[in-house]
Antibody
Framework: EVQLVQSGAEVKKPGESLKISCKGS????????IGWVRQMPGEALEWMGI????????RYSPSFRGQVIISADKSISTAYLQWNSVKASDTAIYYC???????????WGQGTLVTVSS | DILMTQSPSALSASVGDRVTITCRAS??????LAWFQQKPGKVPQRLIY???NLHTGVPSRFSGSGTGTEFALTISSLQPEDFATYYC?????????FGQGTTVEI
C-alpha cells in the first residue's frame, strides 16, 4: 500500500529553524517526483516545489525559491521541507504529494500544521 | 509559469443540480491535469487524473474533460457530500500550478 506519512505538528517562534518530513512507503521512492504544497488558513493550495529523489533534482515555484529548502534522503525514503528562519506568515498546513504509479495519480501525506507565533 | 484560471471561484447550487467547473491554462498542458476535492480540515482527495480519468472509488457522477488549455469538471447530479472546494492542478510543466479553487456551496 502506497503511503506518505508526514511528521507531526510544529509550534515555532519567529526566527527559529524548522525541518518537516514526509516518508514514502509501498513504492520505489527514488522513481517518482515528490513535492510540497502549502495551504495557509482559509486559503487555496499552492505548489511550493518538487524533488526527484534519485538524483535530488529540485524545482522550486518562484514564490518559494530562496524561502524554503527542499531535500530528500533516498536511503530512508524521506523528503524534507526546511526553513532557516520561520516567520509568522509561514503559519500553514504543509502537505507532501507525489504522482505515483499511473501518470497523474497523486498520493498525499496527511499534512503537517506549522504554527509560528511569538 | 503556467497560470491556471479556475472559474467560478464559488457557486451556489442545490442537490440534484448539474455543476461544471472550468480550468483554463495559460499555455498548453496536453492532458496533464488533475482534479481534487477538499472538505474543511481534510486532506485533498483525488477525483480525476490525466484530465478525464476517474479514480477508483470516485462516484460516476463526476467526470472530467478537455485537453490543451481548456478543462472542465462536471458533477452530473450534486449530492450533499459534494459540497466542498475543488482544485485543478497542472503537472505538465514546472513549476506545477493549482487553480485558485472553486467552493461549491448550498
Amino acid at each position: 500500500e502506497v503511503q506518505l506519512v508526514q511528521s507531526g505538528a510544529e509550534v515555532k517562534k519567529p526566527g527559529e529553524s524548522l525541518k518537516i518530513s514526509c516518508k514514502g512507503s509501498g513504492y520505489r521512492f527514488t522513481n517518482y517526483w515528490i513535492g510540497w504544497v502549502r495551504q495557509m488558513p482559509g486559503e487555496a493550495l499552492e505548489w511550493m516545489g518538487i524533488i526527484y529523489p534519485d538524483d535530488s533534482e529540485i524545482r522550486y515555484s518562484p514564490s518559494f525559491r530562496g524561502q524554503v529548502i527542499i531535500s530528500a534522503d533516498k536511503s530512508i525514503s524521506t523528503a524534507y521541507l526546511q526553513w532557516n528562519s520561520v516567520k509568522a506568515s509561514d503559519t500553514a498546513i504543509y502537505y507532501c504529494a507525489s504522482p505515483i504509479g499511473v501518470p497523474g495519480t497523486f498520493f498525499w501525506g496527511q499534512g503537517t500544521l506549522v504554527t509560528v507565533s511569538s | 509559469d503556467i497560470l491556471m484560471t479556475q472559474s467560478p471561484s464559488a457557486l451556489s447550487a442545490s442537490v440534484g443540480d448539474r455543476v461544471t467547473i472550468t480550468c483554463r491554462a495559460s499555455h498548453g498542458i496536453s492532458d496533464s491535469l488533475a482534479w481534487f476535492q477538499q472538505k474543511p480540515g481534510k486532506v485533498p482527495q483525488r477525483l480525476i487524473y490525466m484530465a478525464s480519468n476517474l479514480h477508483t472509488g470516485v462516484p460516476s457522477r463526476f467526470s472530467g474533460s478537455g485537453t490543451g488549455t481548456e478543462f472542465a469538471l462536471t458533477i452530473s447530479s450534486l449530492q450533499p457530500e459534494d459540497f466542498a472546494t475543488y482544485y485543478c492542478l497542472q503537472h505538465n510543466t514546472f513549476p506545477w500550478t493549482f487553480g485558485q479553487g472553486t467552493t461549491v456551496e448550498i
